[in-house]
């Protein structure tokens, strides 16, 4: 399967703990693209990211949450003290150096926050 | 206003109905448009790329765009049950490095 890649599709957390989700991207695409899905609402961007280069992280809150897609691995999103309202569903999605401008996604990584 | 507004749905037709999902943006920056199909706990699935004003067709899924209009649609023809889904509109300024912005998304349901 040479899709988009996540993990874990299913992580729970208690209030306080660390999340760490990682995504691999399609074979040959350079750029990862990070998502929240809550219930009933649609896609909201987080964060763009380059190989050791954050594109645009306008849609990321300003605490708590950071990005990384090194030379090496995975893309890893990272939530420092979860807090309830974390509990969503965090979609990867990743583009190739040209046609950026259509994204493929992950199945998805669902953060429940007890 | 947002960025990207799109009928709320649900919508709930017979099977073999056509069904029009329409969305409509606010900022005339926007050059390429998307439309995701998203099945309940998957990711998003890409259904149809377009950046040019007017019709694009591909089996029973047309997308059309009017960009004077701002606006976009998604026809499908002779839908079935497994077109169950959200659909969701996206675009992208269309500059170098850009992210998609997404709609909220239309919760479709065929009935058999």
């Known amino acids: 399967n040479a899709g988009v890649m996540q993990n874990p599709r299913h992580l729970v957390r208690r209030r306080g703990q660390e999340a760490r989700l ?36 306008s ?43 259509t ?12 | 206003q947002k960025e990207v507004e799109q009928d709320p749905g649900p919508l709930s037709v017979p099977e073999g109905a056509i069904v029009s999902l329409n969305c409509t943006y606010s900022n005339s920056a926007f050059q390429y448009f998307m439309w995701y199909r998203q099945y309940s706990r998957k ?10 004003s007017g019709n694009k067709e591909d089996g029973r899924f047309t997308a059309q765009v009017d960009k004077s209009s701002k606006y976009i649609s998604l026809f499908i023809r002779d839908s079935q049950p497994s077109d169950s ?15 998609v912005i997404f709609g909220p998304g239309t919760s479709l349901s065929v009935i058999p």
């Open chain 2, 85 to 99: 889904a959200t659909y969701l509109c996206a675009m992208v300024h269309g500059t170098s490095y850009d992210k």
């Open chain 2, 43 to 52: 990711g998003p699935e890409l259904l149809m790329y377009t950046y040019s």
């Open chain 1, 22 to 57: 990682r995504c691999s991207p399609m074979k040959g695409h350079s750029h990862v693209y990070w998502y929240r899905q809550l219930p009933e609402e649609g896609l909201k961007f987080m964060v763009y990211l380059q190989k050791e280069n954050i594109i645009d992280e």
């Open chain 1, 59 to 101: 849609g990321m809150p300003k605490e708590r949450f950071s990005a990384e897609f090194p030379k090496e691995g995975p893309s890893i999103l990272r939530i420092q003290q979860v807090v309830r309202g974390d509990s969503a569903a965090y979609f990867c999605a990743s583009s190739p150096p040209t046609g950026r401008n």
């Open chain 1, 103 to 114: 994204i493929y996604f992950g199945e998805g990584s669902w953060l429940t926050v007890v």
